[in-house]
């Protein structure tokens, strides 16, 4: 999943207030920020085969660390104490601010499941996991539609704008998103060159990251 995973983060910040919509988008995605430089250094694995899903080439072939159920949970468990012990420590409800940043990472497990074949193991190697729904491009563009929207309506109804325009532009990037998706889905050619893949991916997180602090600053 990609976009999919940032209605998680526009949910988490309806939640909690306190929290960075910026860095919730770095939270939700932040296992895959770890996983393509991974594949690049060897350490995990991706393999572009033509045509492996109905959505993409990934054959996601090994990758305990960073999809792994424990590895996802370890990492939110740390994201968890750097927010309560630094980032958010001198904040009244660091508690909950340390929370949301914790489930934004691990809430990217649980949507992968949704959309991946079976490649997400619990610790590493067998069973692993995945209810497969990138095999049909309509219902995987929908679903990540479907969640977006309804994230950016509960976010919406959570937050109030500093000035007028903070509400369009949070509509105006839920709209930029799935358009990002589209082109994905329907324009552009698979990539093969996994270098390639890497550096595009990580760009577009924290591309889509820094929109999300403009468009987060614009609403308390
Ligand atoms: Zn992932």
Redesign the pocket.
Known sequence: MFVGHYAAAFALKGKENGASLGMLFIATQF??IL?FPLTLLGIERLNLVENFTAVNNFDLAYMPYT?GLLGTLIWSVLFYALYFFFFAKNKVNKRSIAMVMALGVLS?WFA?LLVHTPDLPLINGEPKFGFGLWQNKELTFALEAILLIASLIYYLKKTTEKAKIGKYLAIGFVGFLLLVNFLNFYVLPQDDNLVSVAISAVLAYFVLAGIAFWVGYKRT
Do not use: T
Request: hydrophobic share 35%; proline share 0%.
């Open positions: 296992v895959d996983f999809h990217h992968d």
